[in-house]
């Protein structure tokens, strides 16, 4: 199970590194050209926001285990990213936009999951 746990980790660092880095670099007018209508909702600081979020979260899903330094922040990471991913999913149902909401349960699950594992029977 901690091997799977890792894999679901790493898979959603990649993930959440890769979405996040995307809301950062890009113009928010960008974003909403390519399909990330919800931007249009958020002024451009609170769609850097939380990109910066997503990549932090990453970076907490796997760094603190990996360097044996404070591995509790692994299923605060997982919880915060969970978190984030429900509010994602609210607002695309605010929207109508059921595609979206797949996805986000999807990834709401998997770092439940992960928090789960890493707060309880498998903790570090």
Same mark, same amino acid.
């Given at each position: 199970?901690?091997? +799977? =746990?890792?894999?679901?980790?790493?898979?959603?660092?990649?993930?959440?590194?890769?979405?996040?880095?995307?809301?950062?670099?890009?113009?928010?007018?960008?974003?909403?050209? @390519?399909?990330?209508?919800?931007?249009?909702?958020? @002024? !451009?600081? !609170?769609?850097?926001?939380?990109? +910066?979020?997503?990549?932090?979260?990453?970076?907490?899903? %796997?760094?603190?285990?990996?360097?044996?330094?404070?591995? %509790?922040?692994?299923?605060?990471?997982? +919880?915060?990213?969970?978190? =984030?991913?429900?509010?994602?999913?609210?607002?695309?149902?605010?929207?109508?936009? @059921?595609?979206?909401?797949?996805?986000?349960?999807?990834?709401?699950? =998997?770092?439940? %999951? %992960? !928090?789960?594992?890493?707060?309880?029977?498998? !903790?570090?």
């Amino acid at each position: 199970m901690n091997v +799977t =746990l890792w894999i679901i980790a790493g898979l959603l660092a990649v993930a959440f590194t890769l979405a996040g880095l995307m809301k950062i670099a890009q113009p928010k007018e960008k974003l909403a050209a @390519s399909g990330m209508g919800w931007t249009g909702d958020f @002024s !451009a600081g !609170a769609v850097k926001a939380i990109g +910066t979020l997503e990549v932090l979260g990453a970076l907490g899903l %796997v760094l603190p285990a990996a360097l044996d330094i404070a591995p %509790v922040l692994v299923p605060l990471a997982a +919880t915060g990213l969970a978190v =984030l991913m429900l509010g994602a999913a609210a607002v695309h149902a605010r929207r109508k936009e @059921s595609q979206m909401i797949g996805a986000n349960a999807v990834l709401l699950l =998997l770092a439940a %999951v %992960v !928090a789960w594992g890493r707060f309880g029977p498998y !903790a570090f």
